[in-house]
């Protein structure tokens, strides 16, 4: 599912606000307004003013009263409210949160209280983007208020020049805890189809029987099918390997690390994490964003990884492609995964002739638009076409996904392409 727009969606079915059970966010009370309808009416009409935020056009005519109350003054704080209405709380509320921290975090720990997680983190969100909160971060006890997830992180890095030394402590360890996170949820996974997809790609002549590649070897053996008995005598068997240490497969993460990127660039730095962990892998991870940035030594720490990049600034594809480019010593056990929107502000024509040169060497090169959860991302699509007619079509990928997708790219079998229609 993905999150509402703001905290004050509305299911039609349900009444939930922000896609979750308002009943459930705030213990099992029931209705407070003052109105005269009955039960679950009366009760459809109380979620309804939460969701409308009180206009005096929002047609409800419900009051509300105690938590209902407080709830509404922690919406009403961060997305307005109409002219004339009045917060029901014991205190009024007008909209926004104004300059200063201890009311910041008040408001923090009001939404955590009436909120579940993933509400509290679309608010945090259109808080930071709203009201532009983002410089309050860059204390220590707002960093310790918050709810960490992938989009803080993003926002903590773009603020790591700003950032004081007071805080940069309590940043990394807000931003290690959601990389931990993230480890826990995709390393297991990633591991083991990797290792299947490198087995797999160990191709062997004299496979036992358990080993036999049979889609392969009927493939090569056509030529001797036989139309009287209708079957084929493979004379060459095709089996899967077994992938030891020494056999590798060279894998080039190529990060833009655009402003708009961010979420994409703390997954890709937890998965570059997760490859060079993996001994059969040889892994090196290149940021970009008008300059290159090599963080291939820094692997054993994604958390030192994402304070080595620097959001926002430009695009140079190219440049970053031409460096990439340089680092390949076997082509044909390589792949390049660029991950960008591919607004490109550097040479479009030789950005393509790299691409099309290093997939003519033998690389299997793919390009993600974004790898995140955050649905379709916005994107050069002229650019998209023209890869997609030198066969290195561009696509947006989730964390779930992307484990297939290098699989794919391993064993040089079509990619796992999601249907967008």
Known sequence: MTAPANAREVNDDTGAIGGTDATDATGPTGPTDD?????????????????????????????????????????????????????????????????????????????????????????????????????????????????????????????????????????RAVVRKVVEDLEKRLATRTRATLTGALDRSARISRPRHHDI???????????????EYRTIVPERLIGYGRASQSVKKEVILCIDQSGSMAASVVYASVFGAVLASMRSISTRLVVFDTAVVDLTDQLDDPVDVLFGTQLGGGTDINRALAYCQSQITRPADTVVVLISDLYEGGIRNEMLKRVAAMKASGVQFVTLLALSDEGAPAYDREHAAALAALDAPAFACTPDLFPEVMAAAIEKRPLPIPDTR
Request: hydrophobic share 40%.
């Open 213 to 227: 590649d049979w889609n392969r070897t009927i493939a090569a053996n056509l030529k001797h099918y036989l139309p």
């Open 35 to 171: 109105t005269d309808a009955p039960g679950a009416a009366g009760e459809r009409l109380r979620r309804w003013r939460l969701v409308l935020g009180g206009d005096e056009a929002d047609g409800t005519g419900c009051v509300l009263a105690g938590q209902d109350a407080a709830m509404d003054g922690a919406l009403t704080a961060l997305y307005g409210k109409g002219k004339g209405s009045k917060a029901q709380s014991g205190r009024d509320r007008s909209a926004g949160l104004g300059a200063s921290a201890p009311s910041v975090a008040r408001w923090l720990g009001d939404i955590r209280t009436y909120f579940p997680s993933s509400v509290v983190q679309v608010m945090q969100r259109d808080a930071i983007d709203r009201l532009g909160l983002a410089t309050l971060l860059l204390e220590p006890e707002m960093l310790e208020a918050v709810e960490a997830d992938v989009h803080l992180v993003g926002t903590l890095l773009s603020l790591n020049k700003a950032m004081p030394e007071t805080t940069k402590e309590t940043a």
